[in-house]
């Protein structure tokens, strides 16, 4: 077998290897929660952790979230007070997960551009929907009751 033969095959090897890595740190995915949670949930978000003012915005932000066929977009502050909607799954079991990719300027004298990750995570449990939001720089807890 010649050089380039065998580095195909090394490739080939190297990425099953990497998928199934990665497949197995992928969190496990829980059945849709359909419409149990739906309704307007009503509360306010309060910063935990983070600068308050021009980096994480006020420290608590009145807020109403719209559930929809157990989905929805929270109003994640990514500079402030810009917004952009995250969207977030609601499981069967009342779990809420979602995740999102945004870019953000490095404050310090470097000054380059960053690309971070956002988080909400947290549950519903009655009327009461709690979750945490995280990202590179702040950290709220939500919490908002269906009316």
Do not use: K
């Not at 190297?14 to 739906?38: E, I, K, N």
């Not at 994480?56 to 502050?77: H, K, M, N, W």
């Not at 969207?87 to 999102?100: E, S, Y």
């Amino acid at each position: 077998m010649n050089f380039h033969g065998s580095s195909i095959c090394s490739l080939a090897l190297l990425a099953a290897w990497t998928l199934a890595v990665l497949g197995a740190c992928a969190p496990p995915t829980a059945p849709p929660a359909g419409t149990a949670f739906d309704g307007t949930y009503t509360g306010q978000a309060t910063l935990v952790s983070g600068g308050p003012g021009f980096i994480c915005g006020e420290l608590a932000q009145p807020l109403t979230i719209v559930v929809r066929s157990g989905r929805f977009d929270y109003p994640f502050e990514f500079d402030p007070p810009r917004t952009t909607p995250l969207p977030v799954q609601i499981a069967a079991d009342g779990t809420l997960n979602g995740q999102m990719q945004y870019g953000t300027v490095d404050y310090t004298p470097r000054r380059d551009y960053l690309t971070a990750w956002a988080t909400v995570a947290g549950r519903v449990s009655g009327t009461t929907l709690e979750a945490t939001v995280a990202d590179l720089r702040c950290v709220r807890r939500m919490v908002v009751q269906r009316g």
